[in-house]
């Protein structure tokens, strides 16, 4: 009399088996599908800035004290203990006395999307160009990603470039002259004696590992005029400049077949490029450059 009530109870719990097994699998298929997903490692290079906004340009500068507190070794954990991101190598520009060029090498625990062949992090994809933070320690880090995976392939090469040091960049308040019957704006054709005299062959610029970036390797000097240029043009020797050129060896990154000075500087004839020794800093006008092989 009670076989039809216990068949329904046996079918109900069936019913409720059935359910909570599916829930199961689709659970672990989710969970599994994620797990295997963010198990993916991936190094990226990274521009770094301290700036409270978004890097929107070409590259950005770390200050000093900032460039100086992320270190190789920095790292985030998850809650199993996994490092998400970890710093591999530093490489430092100096760009003179406040700030720094920084780039980071990071190893990264990404999401790797098969379909689109892209990698994410925290929701956010890993892309040449696009700007990313990351947690280290107590530091946020925020930068512009140079590299991932070693897409933008680079090559180093070494130039031999000749330039002047022209006197624009290098006279912060041009002294003025005048007599009668000129009111033009005064103009001097060389630099200060004193950073003229700064200048030395084989003065070096090197990254924080030792490696030069830039070697001086011939310095010619002539005398500078002072110039008024008025309804006629007068000039007179300058005794407190000199005419300066210069010829150093550069090494630069090749990207898209362009060498670049610092990764960001393209070494092109008549292009100004900064020269941050660490006595002085000058500003070479490229007039000509040839690979040494």
């Known amino acids: 009399m009670n076989r039809p009530f216990s068949n329904n109870i046996y079918k109900g719990i069936r019913i409720i088996d059935l359910l909570v097994a599916c829930v199961v699998i689709f659970c672990v298929t989710v969970g599994g599908y994620f797990l295997l997903r963010q198990g993916k490692y991936v190094n990226i290079v990274l521009r770094i800035s301290d700036s409270g906004n978004p890097v929107v340009g070409p590259f950005s500068d770390a200050s000093l004290w900032f460039g100086d507190a992320v270190m190789v070794g920095m790292a985030k954990h998850d809650v199993f203990g996994r490092k998400t991101v970890e710093v591999l190598d530093k490489r430092v520009y100096p760009t003179g006395e406040r700030t720094k060029i920084v780039d980071l090498t990071m190893r990264v625990r990404a999401v790797y999307d098969k379909k689109s062949k892209q990698y994410s992090f925290d929701g956010s994809p ?33 130039y031999r470039v000749q330039g002047i040091l022209n006197p624009l960049f290098h006279n912060p308040a041009l002294y003025g002259w005048a007599s009668a019957g000129y009111t033009g704006t005064p ?74 000075y610092l990764g960001i500087y ?25 690979e040494l092989k």
Not at 269 to 286: D, G, I, K, M, Q
Request: hydrophobic share 40%; proline share 5%.
């Open 126 to 158: 890993l892309l040449v160009g696009s700007t990313q933070k990351f947690s280290l320690n107590s530091y946020l880090v925020r930068g512009l990603i140079r590299d991932v995976d070693g897409v933008a392939k680079r090559t180093i090469k070494k």
């Open 187 to 260: 103009n001097t054709t060389g630099i200060p004696l004193y950073l003229a005299d700064a200048i030395s062959v084989g003065d070096y610029l090197s990254d924080q590992k030792g490696h030069a970036i830039v070697k001086m390797v011939k310095i010619v000097k002539n005398p500078a005029f002072f110039v008024l240029v008025g309804q006629d043009i007068y000039s007179r020797l300058d005794m407190k400049s000199l005419e300066v050129q210069l010829e150093i060896e550069m090494q630069t990154e090749i990207v898209s077949g362009q060498p670049l």
């Open 266 to 290: 393209p070494l092109l004839v008549n292009a100004s490029l900064p020269l941050y020794f660490p006595r002085y800093t000058v500003t070479l006008t490229v007039t000509n450059f040839e």
